[in-house]
């Protein structure tokens, strides 16, 4: 079954803006960019809510991640950092006593945080920062980051010791740390009510020929983008048609932690699930179609049933056929042939 909102544009060259977290979306990025007439223009709405400052230095996992995916610098094996790698300075500061083994900062990676730093001291904005970092890596999209204010996402964790019997880390602490091996209680994303879109994000949206949600966390990647006042209203606002793809396969994740957080935020963990908590924007939600994997087909007709396209599809990305694959699945599904 498909629709067709809107009609394919004319022009050569189609605008998509892609919602994204790190690994995730990055290596969807890398499919959608194999996608004839549909990776030439391509903005990236990245979440920055996984920040954090360590060292006096501010760090954009998120940001950096497809940054490095797309400009050849990512280490392919853990899907972050860059590649060829080396610790010495991790291992100066743990000589020092002075390190965060949970957090550890490679040093070609180092000298990204500096700059970024050095910049945003300067006064430069974090959307001007990006800008200028992107210059040498050149990812062939246009990376937005999804404010210019400070956000962090924490979660709070069980503990027996603390008066109240939980406790409140920061969500890379969680991931990191924790492995996200105990129950989060909560999940708060702390600035975000005072946040603004930063430059560019909202027309990103607004003046798209469509927009993608790949397979990214939905409760801290593509959660928090949402979250930022504005952000909403403009997907609600875009005459273009609106298209996720679940990161939940079999009734779990295939990266990360999304089954914890979902758990936490009382989302049903499948595909079916996420789709129902985004909704469908014929009923005042965020999606016109969403894709589920093949092993979940028999969840289909309950996702149709809230009012959006949907169909099963291979939803692996294995290489970057396959995730070229799903990328043209998406566009299809809404009825945008490649």
């Not at 409140?168 to 209680?185: G, K, N």
Request: hydrophobic share 45%; glycine share 10%; net charge negative.
């Amino acid at each position: 079954m498909t629709t067709s909102p809107s009609s394919p544009p004319d022009r050569a060259r189609r605008r998509v803006t892609v919602l994204s977290g790190g690994v995730g979306g990055a290596r969807f990025l890398q499919g959608l960019a194999r996608v004839p007439g549909w990776g030439d223009e391509v903005t990236v709405v990245a979440n920055t809510a996984d920040d954090l400052w360590m060292h006096g230095l501010k760090i954009c996992p998120d940001l950096d991640t497809v940054m490095y995916t797309l400009g050849g610098g990512i280490d392919p094996e853990r899907g972050w950092g860059r590649t060829d790698e080396t610790w010495h300075a991790k291992e100066e500061l743990a000589a020092y006593g002075v390190e965060e083994a949970w957090f550890g900062l490679g040093d070609r990676d180092l000298a990204t945080h500096l700059v970024r730093t050095r910049m945003l001291d300067a006064g430069y904005t974090l959307s001007a920062v990006t800008e200028a970092l992107c210059a040498r890596w050149q990812p062939g999209v246009r990376l937005l980051p999804m404010t210019d204010d400070r956000v962090e996402t924490h979660v709070a964790v069980p503990d027996d010791q603390a008066p109240s019997g939980k406790r409140v880390v920061h969500f890379q602490e969680y991931w990191i740390r924790l492995r996200a091996a105990v129950p989060a209680l909560a999940v708060v994303p702390v600035g975000i009510d005072a946040a603004t879109p930063a430059a560019g994000v909202v027309e990103a949206i607004t003046e798209a020929d469509v927009v993608l949600l790949p397979p990214s966390n939905p409760v801290v990647s593509i959660g928090t983008i949402l979250g930022v006042p504005g952000v909403r209203q403009a997907l609600a606002a875009t005459s273009a048609p609106v298209v996720g793809l679940s990161p939940i396969v079999a009734g779990t994740h295939v990266r990360g932690m999304a089954h914890q957080l979902l758990e936490s935020i009382g989302v049903e963990v499948s595909a079916a699930g996420v789709a129902e908590h985004y909704g469908a924007r014929s009923a005042g939600g965020l999606l016109d179609g969403w894709l589920v994997d093949t092993v979940d087909a028999a969840l289909v007709e309950r996702v149709r049933a809230t009012g959006m396209a949907c169909d099963a599809v291979p939803l692996m990305m294995t290489d970057h056929d396959a995730t070229a694959a799903m990328a043209r699945a998406a566009l299809a599904l809404v009825g945008l042939g490649a």
